[in-house]
């Protein structure tokens, strides 16, 4: 048997750890270990069981197995490898992102005073007043403990004067410490910090009451009575907590259970999608949605493919009918789409047709339902699984197809370690697990074009809508001459308002798109210029009006200020009410800029005070619930105007819409990024494609300030292969994907003179070593020069190929550990998405 293992443990170092292995515990790489780290209990995953012994340290036990067999296959373990060697990630934040099983584990956190504490709380009893903190060895001492009873730090120490450690939420009781006071007696050695980290159940219970057969009935109150009759109507059983919801008292039900009438039963909950979506009606396939179905169906290993078909041709129901054929071979599936609001869709869907085989994974689930699904997925109950980018991550036995929906979506791009992109790392599981990968879209990713132009995907075209239905005819709006016409600046043209008016006349429902949260996205200050910036971040407020407050029509027409309102930063959470007056130059009168989604809702109500109006957007979908009632309402007709964002654009398929307003998306255009074309033909395209789906024709207007645009041009006229023949032709001037690579290396830090100095250093770096192939732009301060109060600048890597591009980054990481710049200050995001 093996001696020692290695751990990869979840924290931001490029390494594995060496444990021992100690006769209770035998664990498998795969496996789940709980190990000492510093003064922490850490979860970790083995990677490695070997016999060499440790030269310069001695290795520490492991303390516990929490999975006798291996929850990670060799195939996922070697997935997570290359996703770490792929995006310069440490393969313990990789394995962490893999097993959403945080439920499992109950993480407690510890104080203790240290023998430098003590001496600070003895000195401060004994009278001392020159005991103080030295922040470091040479500098003049600056802190000492304060004498009195009452003061914060007095009081922490007092409570752990005795030595025994203490709960972080008892002394947070206790003393009435904040975590930041917590934390600067430790970054002064008063106090120590330790984790303990143990096993729990994290199956979800509930309690069911039921009806006792045959019992004998003695003399019942109405009350008790009318818990007989409720369980009796529901096949004998309901849960507590519906009967609570009805009324029913508790007090009633524990008399009955005393009587043997009722027992009350421990179970556990099964996760369903009652409810989740709406269900569309099977049809038989076209000819072009068989010749896709025959391609996918009979391809044997691994075979990428690219499933290029415009809006409304019949995707999704390729996918459901690849499922099936997959099912039917005993084999299982993943199916990734972009948006969590699509995957209530997408699985009601599949469990109309599939029932319980189908699993479901996204972050809006609950830590303990989301390791409920990864148990059912892993077990082989659910062999299909459908979620968001973390779903291709999913245990499924026997894997025989992967599908990713909407394969273009920026969504799929993970934004924090460990920054990979879903649909490369899908390509790459169904490389390893040698096995079909569908991406769909109406609107590929120029990456993904190009490698089915290059052979490496194998392209299946879908050109026409279903029943032969004819795309929406598209008309641009140029809001400059609307400006010159009316004079004023106004949110909606008069054509999509007359358009608007009559599609609601008619009886059928409209789209609005208004690719901006809030009411206003800038305030500011008329007389002195002041923009009101969030205090973390350097980013504008966004205004924000309270849901049930709506301005009258001579409100609307103005832009200043009112009480009432907050404004908001969307990047931290910072809030704060509206100032009354500037804060810089004391003038009253504060200036709103910009339309945001709440505001187009308000004045769509004054425009149509009969319409059923309805809002999507980030504040009112903020979890699945709200999802799941609004999607049913709009679906039913219920809501016959819905105004949103970006979320409104993509997935959904409502017959009873025939028109579609986009407004503003073409902002995107002014920002610094070669990306943006792309992003505004896809989006204008989805968004597009959501009208005339049912019998009625689809129309759109479309609202810019650049008519003239290639994006908005193409994107109007549904001309892909003129958008990409324009695009590609600027990325291949530029050496931007995909005639290239990129990085984009951020460097940050709370003090903006560290991180000018810090990418200062690794630009000089670059510049001396210069590697061949690799151009660096910048080091330069980030377009959003800092974020939750960390100041951030950045750099930009392009390669002509990826290995010069890796050999780059690791070179220039490697030189920032020899200066001592940390890791944890550096983020790299490989294939960057993002350069802001």
């Known amino acids: 048997m093996p001696l020692y293992c290695e751990v990869a443990l979840p924290v931001p170092l ?92 109950r993480r407690t956190v510890y104080y203790r005073i240290t023998d430098a504490g003590r001496d600070a709380f003895a000195s401060a009893h004994d009278g ?94 109405p009350k008790q009575q009318a818990i007989l009759a409720e369980l009796a109507s529901c096949n004998n059983e309901q849960p507590l907590t519906a009967l609570a919801d009805k009324g029913f008292s508790a007090s009633s039900l524990q008399t009955l259970v005393r009587h043997g009438l009722v027992r009350i039963e421990d179970r556990p909950i099964t996760y369903t999608f009652a409810g989740l979506g709406h269900v569309k009606p099977d049809h038989a396939l076209n000819e072009s949605q068989l010749e896709a179905l ?28 690849a499922l099936r054929r997959v099912l039917d071979r005993g084999l299982g599936a993943i199916l990734l789409v972009p948006e969590i609001g699509l995957t209530p869709a997408a699985a009601a869907q599949l469990d109309a047709i599939f029932g319980n085989q189908v699993a479901l994974l996204h972050s809006a689930l609950t830590p303990a339902e989301r390791s409920e699904q990864w148990h059912r997925i892993r077990r082989g109950d659910a062999p299909i699984v459908v979620g968001t980018r973390s779903a291709i991550f999913a245990p ?25 992109n879903a649909r490369d790392v899908a390509v790459m599981r169904a490389k390893l697990a040698d096995v079909p990968i569908v991406l769909g879209s109406a609107t590929p990713s120029l990456e993904s074009w190009h490698n089915s132009e290059t052979g490496k995907y194998k392209r299946i075209a879908m050109p026409s809508r279903v029943n032969n239905r004819p795309l929406p005819g598209v008309e641009l709006v140029d809001m400059r001459v609307e400006f010159q016409q009316t004079g ?41 210029g002041e923009k009101l910036e969030c205090q973390n971040c350097a980013i504008s407020l966004t205004h924000h009006k309270a849901s049930d407050q709506f301005a009258s029509e001579e409100a609307i027409a103005t832009p200043f200020a009112s009480p009432g309102q907050r404004l908001e930063c969307h990047y931290c959470g910072f809030r704060r009410t509206v100032p009354k007056r500037c804060p810089k130059c004391d003038s009253e009168h504060l200036y709103y800029l910009g339309a945001g989604s709440q505001q187009g809702e308000e004045r769509l109500q004054q425009i149509f005070p009969s319409a059923r109006i309805g809002r999507m957007d980030r504040d009112t979908v903020r979890g699945r619930y709200d999802l799941e ?86 994107a109007s006229t549904h001309n892909y292969a003129a958008f990409v023949e324009r695009e590609l ?103 960057a998405l993002r350069l802001m």
């Open 729 to 831: 032709k600027y990325r291949r001037w530029m050496h931007y994907p995909p005639y290239g690579v990129l990085a984009n290396l951020l460097i940050q830090s709370p003090k903006m003179e560290e991180a000018a100095a810090w990418s200062a250093t690794l630009g000089k770096w670059f510049e001396r070593t210069t590697p061949q192939g690799v151009r660096m732009l910048g080091p330069c301060t980030a377009p959003i020069a800092r974020i939750k109060q960390v100041y951030r600048f950045h750099m930009i890597l392009k390669a002509g190929s990826r290995k010069a591009l890796n050999a780059a980054l690791r070179g220039m990481l490697a030189h920032a550990d020899e200066v001592a710049i940390p890791r944890r200050n550096l983020i790299v995001d490989v294939d």
């Open 14 to 105: 490029d390494r594995t750890f060496t444990y021992t292995i100690g006769p209770h515990a035998a664990p498998l790489p795969g496996s789940r270990v709980i190990v000492p780290f510093r003064n922490e209990k850490l979860v970790g995953v083995v990677t490695e069981l070997h016999d060499r012994k440790p030269e310069d340290f001695e290795a520490k036990p492991v303390e516990s197995l929490i999975d006798p067999e291996p929850l990670l296959s060799p195939q996922l373990l070697e997935l997570a490898h290359w996703m770490a060697q792929y995006y310069l990630a440490p393969l313990g934040e990789v394995l962490r992102s893999m097993l959403p099983l945080a439920a499992e584990v």
């Open 128 to 221: 001392a007043t020159d005991l103080r903190f030295d922040p470091k060895p040479g500098r003049k001492n600056t802190t000492r403990l304060s004498a009195d009873p009452e003061d914060i730090e007095h009081r922490i120490l007092a409570r752990l004067a005795d030595g025994e450690s203490v709960k972080l939420s008892t002394l947070r009781t206790a003393t009435a410490a904040t975590l930041v006071q917590l934390n600067t007696l430790v970054r002064r050695k008063w106090i120590a910090r330790e984790t303990s980290v143990t096993e729990r159940d994290a199956q979800r219970r509930e309690r069911i009451a039921v009806l006792v057969p045959e019992a004998r009935i003695p003399t019942l109150t």
């Open 488 to 528: 004023q600046e106004q949110i909606f043209s008069r054509l999509l308002i007359a358009e608007t008016q009559s599609a609601l006349d008619r009886g059928e429902q409209a789209m609005i798109l208004l690719n901006r949260r809030g009411y206003s996205f800038v305030a500011m200050c008329r007389a002195c």
């Open 294 to 321: 025959a391609s996918i169906s009979t391809a044997r290993g691994f075979q990428p493919f690219l499933l290029h078909g415009v809006t409304g041709s019949g995707k999704t129901a390729v996918y459901l009918a």
């Open 396 to 420: 499924v036995r026997n894997l025989g197809l992967i599908l990713v929906d909407e394969e273009h979506d920026q969504s799929y791009k993970q934004e924090e370690t460990p920054r990979y």
């Open 629 to 714: 009632r609004l999607l049913p309402r709009f679906h039913s007709g219920e809501i016959n105007l819905l105004v949103g964002t970006q979320m409104i654009a993509k997935g959904h398929d409502v017959h009873g819409v025939t028109l579609v307003g986009v407004v503003g998306c073409d902002h995107a255009l002014s920002m610094p990024d070669f990306r943006a074309s792309e992003r505004v033909f896809q989006l204008m395209t989805q968004v597009s494609g959501r009208p005339g789906r049912g019998d009625l024709p689809g129309r759109v207007v479309v609202q810019t300030y650049y008519p003239d645009h290639w994006a908005i041009l193409t």
